[in-house]
């Protein structure tokens, strides 16, 4: 760990926003998969969440199309899974979180009249079939990409990006970025498990906690 690489960890995890995630119903192509991911630590997105596609495969980001295009950003975004779409929609509701399908329906909304400084979860359909139904009925808004031209809908990678990006320029004009989202026992986790990822799986195994670093994120004995 060298102190300039410390200093990079401390600067990325303390414009991190863990009020804002995404749900990836089924998105089954490693290239949109890994762009999302990508996006999402663009704009400092710590976890998001899937459910893995219908056909029991777990997601892959491992194989080499995912790190080309998703620049290691798996590393640095938690994707946690989840079984059923619906049930994931209800469980983040649950802990006051605000899902923003992207879906067309009656009740569908310009996605920039969404209020992304809320903790928010925008919801993102499967490249063929787009959200389910019942959890876009369930989503406490639909949100929609207003176009204009032949083609009525976009790749799911670019939506996400255009809404992700959209919510980023709400929360700067509000402040969230300027001072850490992360309470600081938090912060002082992360960093040393992105500093020492070879060295973090052996205190969680033996159930020690993590040595404190220093202030060029060496390891204090």
């Known amino acids: 760990m060298t102190p300039e690489r410390y200093a990079k960890i401390l600067r990325v995890l303390s414009k991190r926003q863990p009020t804002l995630t995404v749900l990836m119903d089924q998105v089954n192509k490693p290239h949109n998969l890994s762009a999302i991911v990508r996006t999402c630590d663009a704009v400092g997105v710590l976890t998001a969440h899937a459910v893995p596609p219908g056909n029991g495969k777990p997601l892959d980001f491992e194989g080499n199309t995912f790190e080309a295009t998703s620049g290691s950003a798996h590393k640095w975004v938690r994707v946690q899974t989840h ?22 329906s009656q009740r569908s909304v310009d996605y920039r009249e969404a209020d992304y400084t809320r903790p928010t979860c925008v919801l993102l359909g499967a490249e063929k079939w787009g959200v389910a139904d ?51 026992d938090e912060l002082a986790r992360l960093a040393f498990e992105w500093g020492y990822p070879d060295l973090a799986p052996a205190y969680r195994e033996r159930g020690e906690a993590y040595p404190a670093l220093d202030d060029e994120g060496q390891i204090l004995r």
């Open 83 to 104: 079984a059923d779409t619906l049930e994931a929609v209800r469980q983040l509701q649950g802990q006051g979180v605000q899902v923003l399908a992207t879906h067309l």
């Open 134 to 184: 019942a959890a876009a009925d369930a989503a406490d808004a639909n949100i929609i990409i207003p176009m204009f031209g032949m083609v009525q809908s976009l790749n799911v990678s670019v939506a996400a990006a255009t809404i992700l990006f959209e919510a980023q320029r709400q929360r700067i004009a509000a402040g969230l970025y300027e001072s850490p989202q992360l309470a600081p």
